[in-house]
């Protein structure tokens, strides 16, 4: 029977356990349904020392589907986070990591970290910076934790990810126009 590799790099979380490998046969929607478990074990049999990276070889079915999910010994658990499964045969895709949560303009509510004008223009290619707030308070402003722009329509382009129940503090600025301007938020 011919096979397939899937193969993914590690998570860098602390007290990983394992990875489950979820399998469509149905499509990229889904439903998916676990299908293996691959222990963290670095070297172990589902190791790439060469790539450094970890493996899985399943049986050859070209139009199955896969996700990654990594759980931890605490029983936390994180799903992949591609817009897309992967498929076998693919480069190593980066594996999801546990604590962290997208920080984006919908956090908090539908458009809530939108940046617009008092009268609710929305102000394209400002710069979004976030903070712990303990940095930014001590005007540690090189320990950002990310950044990236506004879109046309204020939204992030892209989101920030973030250690949850921490408070963060969001700067907007769009020199010589608007800003900056802070929000702080807890996640």
Known sequence: MATQQIKWFPSSS??????????????????????????HQIPGNNWNATGGYFFFNDEEIIYRYYRLRVLDRYGNTAMDEAPTPFKAGN??????????????????????????????????????RVYKKIDYDLRNLSKVVGTTLTTPSGTWANPIFVEPGETYTIVYHKVNEYGPNTVEITI
């Open 14 to 39: 602390p007290n990983i356990i394992a990875y489950e490998i979820l399998k469509s046969d149905t499509g990229i929607d889904g439903e998916y349904t676990l299908h293996a478990q691959v222990l």
């Open 91 to 128: 480069d190593p895709v980066i594996a999801p990591t546990l604590y962290f949560a997208a920080l984006t303009e919908h956090t908090g509510g539908q458009n809530n970290l939108t940046y617009v004008t008092e009268g609710g223009t929305p102000i394209h290619e400002a710069t979004i």
